[in-house]
T-cell receptor, first 114, second 113 residues
Framework: AQTVTQSQPEMSVQEAETVTLSCTYD???????LFWYKQPPSRQMILVIR??????QNATENRFSVNFQKAAKSFSLKISDSQLGDTAMYFC???????????FGKGITLSVRP | KAGVTQTPRYLIKTRGQQVTLSCSPI?????VSWYQQTPGQGLQFLFE???????NKGNFPGRFSGRQFSNSRSEMNVSTLELGDSALYLC????????????FGQGTRLTVV
């Protein structure tokens, strides 16, 4: 069974600064996908970024990038130039290949201060 | 393109009753998954339907069931409601199964009293 661990329950960052959210996972699978989802107060889960395990290159999406360390089973999210709209809960999630089931971490509440 | 639509948004039910929640996926998406979100347990996978067949099931009692129709719309049913079933129920739709992006609805907030 897969597990996803987000050990920081809360973080706070000043607007325009950079913040890194941590995530570790455990799996015996070799092929899988990792995701970061954002859940603002509106409750809608929004995909932030996706990483295929077979790709060595770290995924980036505008101000969002990941540091994927497959051997260490670590998958952290870096948010650059933080904006007030980034305030939300962030969930790290794991998906086996050819399987739609997402296994989520407990989430981290990120607050961006003006 | 319309997103994932979940109805109703809010629901209050009494212990012992049953409830049916609905999810309309994005047009063309064939996979629908359901998740339960609670403060204590976080997000937990309930089940996934693909082309009207249940492909995956989470670790929930048999009181939780679901189905998918030929137009990919899905329903989940919870019978004999318990207080602990109070949660946000999220539906996610995907074009296909495995690895493709899951798009979530805004959820149904179920309160059992």
């Amino acid at each position: 069974a897969q597990t996803v661990t987000q050990s920081q329950p809360e973080m706070s960052v000043q607007e325009a600064e950079t913040v890194t959210l941590s995530c570790t996972y455990d799996t015996s699978e070799n092929n899988y996908y990792l995701f970061w989802y954002k859940q603002p107060p509106s409750r809608q889960m929004i995909l932030v970024i996706r990483q295929e395990a077979y790709k060595q290159q770290n995924a980036t999406e505008n101000r969002f990038s990941v540091n994927f360390q497959k051997a260490a089973k670590s998958f952290s999210l870096k948010i650059s130039d933080s904006q007030l709209g980034d305030t939300a809960m962030y969930f790290c999630a794991f998906m086996k290949q050819a399987n739609s089931k997402l296994t989520f971490g407990k989430g981290i509440t990120l607050s961006v201060r003006p | 393109k319309a997103g994932v639509t979940q109805t109703p948004r809010y629901l209050i039910k009494t212990r012992g009753q049953q409830v049916t929640l609905s999810c309309s996926p994005i047009s063309g998406h064939r996979s629908v998954s359901w998740y339960q979100q609670t403060p204590g347990q976080g997000l937990q996978f309930l089940f996934e339907y693909f082309s009207e067949t249940q492909r995956n099931k989470g670790n929930f009692p048999g009181r939780f069931s679901g189905r998918q129709f030929s137009n990919s719309r899905s329903e989940m049913n919870v019978s004999t409601l318990e207080l602990g079933d109070s949660a946000l129920y999220l539906c996610a739709s995907s074009l296909d199964t495995g690895g493709t992006e899951a798009f979530f609805g805004q959820g149904t907030r179920l309160t059992v009293v």
